[in-house]
């Protein structure tokens, strides 16, 4: 049964430290996409990869966020030094692009106090 | 770039009658496909429908249905015969043909009564 995989599935942190959050794509997908989800802006796109290379990450605040893919099973999106407004539900997904259906994983909900 | 607007932060509907959600849209693409998905409480985004811009005919999935007007950017939800299960989130999402970004709106919170 093939998924994406997050973890953590959840993380609690204080402010100014380093939060690493990664996903696993589902085998054979070249695109993977980043969101964070709040109440109040809802699902906000944060970077998006293809064949690995970051082709989009205009929705990512550069000075604390950072999004890579060392490799085609992992992506990390990185946050440092972490704040409480990046509290939310951070989504990973991946497809195959051109109109194909997105899988998401579970997401991590982080909390930043 | 590409934005996408729904109108109806909740709705409520009644067990097994019908309900619309609204969805409008904007992209310079020539080429782009439309999607509903849906976040139950579990917070597992699922897909529900899609649709490629470039087909007239309105794509349907048993009780799903899209009502796709191209001219007027708006890409509607039906759900007929609503069940409880259907009480979630649904999100209104983009994607741009040579862009490939994934852009969603901000969601409807549909309620199901019995």
């Known amino acids: 049964d093939a998924r994406v995989t997050q973890t953590p599935r959840d993380k609690v942190t204080e402010m100014g430290q380093e939060v690493t959050m990664r996903c696993q794509p589902i085998l054979g997908h070249n695109t993977v996409f980043w969101y964070r989800q709040t109440m109040m802006q809802g699902l906000e796109l944060l970077a998006y990869?293809?064949?690995?290379?970051?082709?989009?990450d205009s929705g990512m605040p550069k000075d604390r966020f950072s999004a890579e893919m060392p490799d085609a099973t992992l992506a990390t999106l990185k946050i440092q030094p972490s704040e409480p407004r990046d509290s939310a539900v951070y989504f990973c997904a991946s497809g195959l692009g051109d109109g194909a259906e997105a899988f998401f994983g579970q997401g991590t909900r982080l909390t930043v106090v | 770039a590409q934005t996408v607007t729904q109108s109806q932060p909740e709705m409520s509907v009644q067990e097994a009658e019908t309900v619309t959600l609204s969805c409008t849209y904007d992209?310079?693409?020539?080429?782009?496909?439309l999607f509903w998905y849906k976040q139950p409480p579990s917070r597992q985004m699922i897909l529900v429908i899609r649709q490629e811009a470039y087909k007239q005919q309105n794509a349907t999935e048993n009780r799903f249905s899209v009502n796709f007007q191209k001219a007027a950017k708006s890409f509607s939800l039906k759900i007929s015969d609503s069940q409880l299960g259907d009480a979630a989130m649904y999100f209104c999402?983009?994607?741009?043909?040579?862009?490939?970004?994934?852009?969603f709106g901000k969601g409807t919170k549909l309620s199901v009564k019995p």
């Open positions: 999402a983009s994607e741009g043909g040579s862009q490939g970004n994934l852009i």
């Open positions: 990869f293809r064949n690995r290379a970051p082709l989009d």
């Open positions: 992209t310079s693409e020539s080429d782009y496909y």
